[in-house]
């Protein structure tokens, strides 16, 4: 075991734990601070990120899809218009502003806005480890019982037994969210979630494995990207979506159904009364949840229609309708559909199951384990997170876990979402300086 003592003191004012958008920009937000103060008031930080670099969604980067938000909902924008972090700065500095520009839309490509994350995060590489798992995170016991500290034990997997151990006042957890699949499900090489959609369907091609038919299950934007992808891919073969709804629903973006995600719902989310809070959730789930842009709609239906007039239908929609049971042989699955007006059942003879049934955030009892046990609930076992989005904790314990993620039921819809990630942590940024003691000049 390695035990790794800053230069200052042994202890980092923050860590990171996880190293997606919203760590990003919380790094971003920190190097910022540190850029405008002295070295006694400089926050000292690490971020730990078990990928091997930078990744974000890589499995979903389809060459044609596009982002559902702005892209001045980028990392810093919204917080600082002015800062060299943003969107557009990176398209000055690849050379493709004027273009951009040209090009007379909000919403980039989903590859160009993860190339911008990547090379945001370039730019703080110094205060990332990556290749990093957490595994443990243990509270730091002082005299008198007061806990001013945690120990978050990772490993590297190049390194199998060896363990590092750093010392944070502070942690932020941003781990993200993980693919949620029905229960029961048995993942294989036929069956899988629409997160490995791209590696998956590239080793099926290196291998020369056959697709005659595929059934995605879902009904939200990567459900109906990829049937659409699948179609597209798989030239000969058939595509049955299984959607529990009718049809495609469209996204609501509506103007004012998109001030939901504004900064300032999130304050008037966060006072509510937690029955309205949850009629809110219910009244604008048509902006995130089991929705789909109308353009891809319109495409699939298209091409369906299309399909019909020439006699050879490869797009199926199994409206109103739900798997039942999946039996896997050796070269195939039999996926049993029913119908659920009448309660018909149809088995399909397939190559492909992919799961497109979204994600839950990842329990922070995983995360931080022993740890865990000192964060707060509330009457339904939700944690109890403070406005900034600190977990609140017993009065014995000073040092802090920040949450970005997980915080729904107390911070609303844009709690998993891109829209607030650069106020986001501005936010946490403020509410770690405001308990940032300045280290004395001598440390230095």
């Not at 990392?75 to 007379?104: E, M």
């Amino acid at each position: 075991m390695e035990t790794l003592l800053s230069r200052l003191n042994g202890t980092y004012d923050i860590l990171g734990i996880g190293f997606g958008p919203s760590n990003l920009a919380l790094a971003i937000a920190l190097r910022e601070h540190n850029a405008r103060v002295p070295a006694p008031e400089r926050v000292h930080m690490r971020f730990l990120e078990k990928q091997p670099g930078f990744g974000w969604h890589k499995g979903m980067l389809l060459d044609d899809a596009t982002m559902q938000v702005s892209f001045l909902k980028d990392l810093v924008t919204l917080r600082d218009p002015a800062s060299d972090f943003s969107f557009l700065c990176f398209l000055k500095d690849s050379g493709r502003l004027v273009d951009f520009l040209n090009h007379k839309t909000l919403f980039p490509l989903r590859i160009e806005f993860h190339a911008y994350f990547e090379w945001a995060a370039e730019r703080v590489r110094d205060l990332v480890a990556y290749a990093e798992e957490v595994v443990s995170v243990e509270p730091v016991t002082a005299e008198g019982g007061g806990v001013p500290a945690f120990d978050v034990i990772s490993t590297d997997p190049e390194r199998p037994g060896h363990t590092t151990v750093r010392r944070a006042r502070n942690l932020c957890v941003a781990t993200g969210l993980e693919p949620h699949l029905p229960p029961g499900t048995v993942v294989s090489d036929r069956v899988w979630h629409n997160s490995e959609l791209l590696p998956r369907v590239a080793a099926l091609k290196e291998a020369g494995v056959p697709v005659r038919r595929a059934v995605v299950l879902g009904a939200g934007q990567s459900a109906a990207e990829t049937a659409d992808y699948l179609h597209r891919t798989f030239a000969g073969a058939e595509v049955c979506a299984v959607i529990a709804k009718y049809g495609y629903t469209p996204a609501d973006d509506s103007p004012f159904a998109n001030q939901i995600f504004d900064p300032e719902a999130v304050d008037t989310f966060f006072g509510a009364p937690s029955a309205v809070k949850q009629s809110l959730l219910d009244y604008h789930r048509g902006t995130n949840y089991s929705v789909v842009d109308m353009d891809l709609i319109e495409s699939l239906y298209r091409t369906m229609y299309r399909e019909k007039v020439q006699g050879g239908e490869r797009l199926r929609v199994l409206r109103a309708s739900r798997i039942r049971e999946v039996g896997e042989r050796d070269d195939r699955l039999d996926v049993t559909v029913e119908y659920l007006p009448t309660g018909e059942h149809e088995v399909l003879e397939a190559d492909l199951l992919v799961h497109a049934t979204g994600y839950r955030p990842q329990d922070i009892g995983t995360v931080l384990g022993q740890a865990a046990k000192l964060c707060l609930r509330d009457d339904e076992d939700r944690l109890r997170i403070g406005r900034d989005y600190r977990v609140e904790t017993p009065a014995h314990v000073s040092a802090g876990i920040y949450l970005q993620g997980a915080g729904e039921h107390t911070h609303g819809l844009t709690s998993t979402l891109l829209s607030a990630t650069a106020v986001r942590a501005g936010e946490i940024r403020d509410s770690l300086l405001a308990g940032h003691t300045p280290r004395a000049r001598a440390a230095t």
